[in-house]
């Protein structure tokens, strides 16, 4: 508890620098400081009852790829079908990742295995799905232009905007490349931390943070692709024209 309080107080620093910047972003602070307490309380409760029941694990990641796809969708604002494009985009990357990971024997289809793994993957993609699409969108919008001139050329609404969609989802990707790269000589992700104040040991811990890292790098990199895809064109309309 005194590491909680500790880092609480951390957090009050942190707010205290965005305030004294202006950053403006202090009611979002805030808001995602109580939120994470409140709903990790509440998984606190909640979980050892889910991790009794199959059925109740698969509905509670049923619940975590809806609050992902909202908050995606939210991310989006501005870009029509946010919510069905953060949704398709997070379902485009984690699925296949889980199916994978669970159909053949990477893990053991208990919920003490399906809800963490779910859950980094899908707040993996949710994030690639965020970064890529505003990147996209605001890309898009500063140099309409730009993309119009080459409407005017003849070519394809596909074509046009072809040339912008590798750096949003590069810009996307970074996190997780950095991460990558960096692990054990920079940083020590959350999963290995955790296996090892957990007791296990430092070569069980290693083998699951790579299963994790090399999986977030196939889940964020489709999630980012097909999010960058689906945001070009929901800005084009009828007749190859582009619709703000």
Excluded: W
């Excluded at 508890?1 to 957090?11: G, P």
């Excluded at 949704?87 to 990357?93: D, E, F, L, R, Y």
């Amino acid at each position: 508890m005194r590491a909680v309080v500790i880092s609480l107080a951390l957090t009050a620093a942190a707010l205290l620098i965005t305030r004294i910047q202006s950053l403006r972003i202090e009611p979002e602070f805030i808001v995602a400081v109580v939120r994470a307490a409140v709903q990790l309380a509440v998984v606190a409760v909640v979980i050892g009852t889910v991790f009794d029941h199959l059925g109740l694990s698969g509905l509670f990641v049923l619940v975590m790829f809806a609050a992902a796809s909202v908050t995606a969708g939210r991310r989006l604002h501005g870009v029509k079908g946010a919510l069905r494009i953060g949704a398709t985009s997070i379902a485009a990357g984690s699925v296949p990742a889980l199916i994978a990971l669970f159909g053949l024997g990477g893990y053991e289809l208990e919920p003490r295995f399906i809800i963490p793994i779910s859950g980094i993957l899908i707040g993996g993609a949710m994030t690639a799905t965020t970064l890529a699409g505003r990147r996209i969108r605001d890309e898009i919008t500063s140099k309409v232009a730009e993309i119009e001139a080459r409407l005017s050329l003849g070519v394809t609404a596909r074509f046009a905007l072809r040339s912008y969609l590798p750096s949003g989802i590069h810009g996307a990707l970074i996190p997780v490349l950095d991460q990558t790269k960096n692990v054990g000589l920079i940083t020590l992700p959350g999963a290995f931390v955790g296996m090892i104040l957990g007791g296990a040991s430092p070569v069980e811990a290693a083998q699951v943070q790579l299963t994790v890292l090399f999986s977030l790098l196939g889940v964020q990199t489709m999630a980012a692709s097909v999010c960058a895809v689906r945001v070009g064109r929901s800005f084009v309309g009828p007749g190859e024209r582009m619709v703000l």
